[in-house]
């Protein structure tokens, strides 16, 4: 079993419509919660970070994450042609360095 | 704030010779630099993290000779792929964190994309 699990899609919405993007994870101990937005053939770019349980909104982005089901979200509202990308979750412990996991992305297409 | 750029962006090279990427954080300390690999449509593989001052600590299944990174300063280090061969062609990209950040947020580079013929 992967440490972390994301399905890859493809996800193909309209433009304006809710976007759900999530992982699951298995170890209880991450502690940081990451979400990175990847371009094709550019480096990812980090588009929002939780720590521990709750949830975080910046502009059309919310982060949500749910320790006890060891589940994580990321919703895009009112989303964008822009928007168009590969959605990479990535989580971490509290300690040890900071090496961090990654799932494997999810790819979007938002259609105009 | 939080740049990281890395030179080359591209390259293709013959098979048997030896190439140097360099990552660089323009406008923080780096105390602590990671290397990823990068396949079409997949995730980032974990090469190898990297301290200033100290050896790199490479993730099982990669050469240490082969992939030879140094960590020289707060804000330089190079992957140096010796030896090039066809399935070594990849996306290559850096990751920078710095001390002052207590998240330890892993800043990208751009990539670069190398080819071995």
């Known amino acids: 079993q992967k440490e972390v699990e994301q399905d890859p899609g493809p996800l193909s919405v309209p433009e304006g419509a809710i976007v759900s993007l999530n992982c699951t994870y298995s170890n209880s101990a991450f502690q940081y919660f990451m979400w990175y937005r990847q371009y094709s053939r550019k480096g990812p770019e980090l588009l929002m970070y939780t720590y521990s349980s709750g949830n975080k909104e910046d502009g059309r982005f919310t982060a949500q994450v749910d320790k006890s089901s060891k589940y994580i979200s990321l919703f895009i509202r009112d989303s964008q042609p822009s928007d168009s990308a590969t959605y990479l979750c990535?989580?971490?412990?509290?300690?040890?360095?900071?090496?961090?996991?990654f799932g494997a992305g999810t790819r979007l297409f938002v259609k105009a | 704030g939080a740049v990281v750029s890395q030179h080359p962006s591209r390259v293709i090279c013959k098979s048997g010779t030896s190439v140097k990427i360099e990552c660089r954080s323009l406008?923080?300390?780096?105390?602590?630099m990671f290397w990823y690999r990068q396949f079409p449509k997949q995730s980032l593989m974990l090469m190898a993290t990297?301290?200033?001052?100290?050896?790199?600590?490479?993730e099982q299944g990669v050469e240490k000779d082969k992939f030879l990174i140094n960590h020289a300063s707060l804000t330089l280090s190079t992957l140096t792929v010796t030896s090039a061969h066809p399935e070594d062609s990849s996306f290559y990209i850096c990751s920078a964190s710095g001390s002052r950040d207590p998240v330890g947020t892993q800043y990208f580079g751009p990539g670069t994309r190398l080819l071995v013929l």
């Open positions: 990535a989580m971490r412990l509290n300690t040890g360095g900071f090496k961090t996991i």
């Open positions: 406008d923080f300390q780096a105390t602590t």
């Open positions: 990297s301290n200033e001052g100290s050896k790199a600590t490479y």
